[in-house]
């Protein structure tokens, strides 16, 4: 199974693909969109919509898997990244994706076993399962394929234990 992991942002937006072949997993493709804050907000999103087009039809992933919004104290940061997200959304879904939402606390769960992992364990937890030389850099690409082994062990369990699709 192929596996897009999303970490959503407007000025950076992380990408990760992950190859999961029965519990072993490998890094297809990862990276950072950015967008200029010197852009208006409308073409920053037109970018990053365009370029994860792009890039799912470069890789051709099987499913989706994105961080849902964490909510801090700033609101707006918190509704213009929330734009970002639905824009990528938007693209896994043009793009038939099935798509998959995880928490922060899941993904670090899912990883790293405790859902308060700082996020230098989950880089290397990121580094050892994918048996990467180094951590992914920036974080925002680390993260993404967080994103992506947490859906790719939970659909592993799911399919192991409970024989579902």
């Known amino acids: ?17 992950v190859n999961l072949e029965g519990n072993r997993f490998k890094a297809c493709d990862y990276g950072v969109i950015t967008t200029a804050s010197t852009m208006d907000m409308p073409d920053r999103l037109k970018h990053l919509y365009c370029s994860l087009m792009d890039t799912i039809a470069d890789n051709q992933p099987e499913v989706a898997s994105i961080e849902e919004l964490f909510f801090n104290t700033n609101t707006k940061s918190a509704l213009l990244v929330g734009q970002a997200r639905g824009v990528a959304i938007l693209a896994c879904v043009n793009s038939g994706l099935e798509i998959f939402e995880y928490t922060p606390l899941q993904i670090k769960q899912g990883l790293v076993g405790y859902g308060r992992a700082d996020k230098t364990q989950v880089q290397i937890m ?23 082994i947490c859906h790719g062990h939970s659909a592993s369990y799911r399919n192991r234990y409970h024989n579902l699709p």
């Open 1 to 17: 199974m192929k596996i897009l992991g999303i970490d959503p942002g407007y000025a950076i937006l992380g990408y990760g693909i």
């Open 126 to 148: 990121v580094k050892t399962i994918l048996n990467l030389k180094d951590i992914p850099k920036p974080d925002d690409a680390a993260d993404a394929l967080a994103a992506a």
